[in-house]
């Protein structure tokens, strides 16, 4: 919470509310935020990361499906 995102209960509209009145209001937190997700999701999810992760599957492996 706070590293790449904010972690609030969808359903509690002031939880919701006041997650995007702090966005809103700080824009250093917007960016900060921002630049962490983007290489939190690039060292995770870029194409060479998935590659080699389903590279076992592709090779008859299918022990990678298993939950993590």
Known sequence: DGETGLVVDPRSVGE???ALD???SD???RTR???AARARASAEYSYDVL???LRPLAEGDV???EHR
């Open 51 to 53: 590659a080699e992760r």
């Open 27 to 29: 824009g250093a937190l």
């Open 33 to 35: 935020m921002g630049v």
């Open 22 to 24: 702090r966005l809103l």
């Open 63 to 65: 022990s990678v499906l």
């Open 16 to 18: 919701v509310t006041r």
